[in-house]
């Protein structure tokens, strides 16, 4: 491999923040404060470094957090939405020029995901739960990974963003925290370790290093994962880092995140490494293993014992279909239940359900996504966005036939994000929303780097 003067630049900038998080306050500061500078540097000097830049700002929101100061706290945390909003401008910006083609495929995803939306908005029009405010900032969160995905596959489309120039500007960066990140979880597991741990699950400690929780640890993991397949098309080294930051996922002990990397491996052997027969029932096969392997967390979380209060999951799961059910065909709108918004605006549905006092006060109420979509758009939303997410399956089967690696890539995504949809916001969590810019790319690429991406779309056919 041939070092170039932006692989230094990108080297130096990645160590200093991988480093920075080693260090308390002044230290750690001047560190981060050098990653910044680094970064301008390199958005001046190389051209298109904005698109690698505001990606891993992008990414690593959530270890910025535990490491900026309280000053900064508030930049950091609603950067995204900054971000949301730039990909609407440029969506308006690109309908306005005309230069949006839109598939059949994905006029049919389109579809479906605005009637889950309408739904969503009817239902809230029709009850008057909430506010408009909370109304609007539920359904800011809400459409955020659908956004990034539109965005990400309108920037692929569009040439500014493509999978060869997302490469250029992600993929030694991705190696090189890929590295980092697999030395600290063994220096974790085996010396004095430098950041705390979190639980004890199966045999050891979960590792969280300089994340909030090591379920954020996880999502980062995956999306490092998904790039590097992504870019595999250019550089077949990436799979040894692929299996380095599959270590480190694992290392969290979620169990969401190991079931997503035996089926991430899984569709390797399946789809892309052996072209193998059957891959359904080897796909269903790797599902019932990994439901297998998180039967103890499910029994937890699921599980009523005789005597004892439900597990908040649990009562979740039933309030939410208790509402969908109390208001059909409707639902009880945004900001109502199930959401983090509608929790943290104190909907009405918390306190009268027992969730503001007693035995549920202070626990996670926040870490569901299901109950939340089948009270909020009732079952007829719940339909629509089940056919969104099928719809997104589809799109990465068929990808993965002409272009194996965006396929994986996508399945991936949509792996891991169906698995967090278990036992936390799933698509509406930011660190998983961020994964469908990601998405988005590798849909919007071509097989052929000379076609016009213009002229390319999905035909949707299902056989039966």
Request: proline fraction near 3%.
């Amino acid at each position: 491999m041939k070092f170039k003067f932006h692989h230094i630049l990108a080297f130096i900038t990645t160590v200093l923040f991988l480093i920075a998080p080693l260090f308390k306050s002044t230290v750690r500061y001047a560190l981060l404060g050098a990653t910044l500078a680094m970064c301008l540097l390199c958005i001046v000097l190389i051209k298109k470094a904005y698109i690698g830049v505001i990606f891993f700002l992008m990414a690593m929101q959530n270890a910025l957090q535990m490491t900026v100061p309280k000053s900064m706290l508030t930049v950091v945390t609603y950067y995204d939405e900054v971000f949301q909003i730039v990909i609407v401008l440029y969506l308006l910006y690109v309908m306005l020029q005309k230069r949006i083609t839109i598939s059949y495929t994905e006029r049919i995803l389109m579809m479906f995901y605005g009637l889950y939306l309408l739904m969503c908005f009817l239902s809230s029009v029709f009850n008057n739960y909430a506010t408009i405010t909370v109304i609007v900032l539920d359904a800011f969160v809400c459409i955020k990974f659908f956004l990034f995905y539109r965005g990400g596959f309108e920037l692929s489309r569009q040439g500014v963003a493509d999978t060869k120039t997302f490469y250029e500007h992600t993929n030694a960066v991705c190696k090189i925290i890929t590295v980092g990140l697999f030395l600290y979880a063994l220096h974790e597991l085996f010396l004095t370790p430098f950041f705390p741990k979190y639980d004890f699950r199966y045999f050891t400690e979960s590792l969280q290093l300089f994340f909030f929780h090591p379920t954020y640890l996880a999502a980062f993991s995956i999306l490092m994962i998904s790039v590097l397949i992504l870019n595999l098309k250019y550089d077949k080294s990436n799979m040894v880092f692929i299996v380095m930051m599959s270590f480190v996922t694992l290392t969290t002990l979620r169990t969401k995140a190991i079931a997503a990397i035996l089926i991430i491996f899984l569709i390797y052997f399946a789809f892309v490494k052996y072209n193998l027969p059957f891959k359904g029932l080897i796909i269903i096969g790797a599902i019932g293993a990994a439901l297998y392997l998180g039967l103890d967390q499910i029994e937890l979380y699921f599980t009523e014992s005789a005597g004892r209060y439900a597990p908040i999951r649990l009562k979740m799961m039933r309030d939410g279909i208790g509402i969908a059910n109390d208001h059909f065909p409707l639902g009880a709108g945004f900001g109502t239940y199930g959401t983090t918004v509608a929790y943290d605006y104190g909907s009405s549905f918390y306190y009268n359900l027992g969730y503001m006092g007693g035995h549920y006060k202070d626990q996670p109420v926040g870490d569901v996504f299901w109950p939340g979509i089948f009270a909020e758009a009732g079952w007829i939303g719940t339909v629509f966005f089940a056919l969104t997410v099928i719809i997104m399956i589809i799109i990465g089967v068929q990808k993965i036939k002409v272009d194996k690696y965006a396929g994986w890539c996508m399945l991936s995504i949509m792996t891991y994000a169906l698995s967090s949809s278990t036992s936390e916001t799933g698509f509406f969590h930011p660190a998983v929303a961020i994964m469908f810019i990601v998405y988005g790319i590798a849909a919007g690429s071509t097989a052929n780097e000379n076609e016009n991406p213009k002229q390319t779309g999905l035909k949707f056919k299902i056989k039966i």
